[in-house]
């Protein structure tokens, strides 16, 4: 059974910072692109930020401010957030995807405020 369990959630004022974490469970951790995605209220869900063996990918929005990572012998993946600003205020969603499998998982959300 798969199962993706984020962490790290919470209220921050703005320019402040917060770090997610995502604990994956029953996959290859390694083969998998590991990202996070967010979902605002009213608005769709949107990339943040992948990363795999090959590349790191980030949403415009936040280059320079968040940054991925992950740990291979924890099967974690990190999100570290800085410079937080009221427009990054979402549900935060770990998602693990093997496309050549046709597999892609998605954890059930963490809520990030930015708010002062």
């Known amino acids: 059974q798969v ?3 984020e962490s790290g959630g919470g209220l921050v004022q703005p320019g402040g910072s917060l770090r997610l974490s995502c604990a994956a ?6 083969i998998y692109t590991m990202g996070w995605y967010r979902q605002a209220p009213g ?3 949107e990339l943040v930020a992948t990363i795999n063996d090959v590349i790191i990918n980030y949403a415009d929005s936040v280059k ?5 990572s992950r740990d291979k012998a924890k099967n974690t993946v990190y999100l ?3 410079s937080l600003k009221p427009d ?3 549900v935060y ?3 693990a995807d093997r496309k050549t499998w046709g597999q892609n998982y998605w954890g059930q959300g963490t809520q990030v405020t ?3």
């Open 3 to 5: 199962q993706l369990v």
């Open 25 to 30: 469970s029953g996959i290859i951790f390694s």
């Open 43 to 45: 608005k769709q869900r």
């Open 64 to 68: 320079g401010r968040f940054t991925i």
């Open 80 to 82: 570290q957030m800085n």
């Open 88 to 90: 990054d205020t979402a």
């Open 93 to 95: 969603y770990c998602n």
């Open 114 to 116: 930015v708010s002062s």
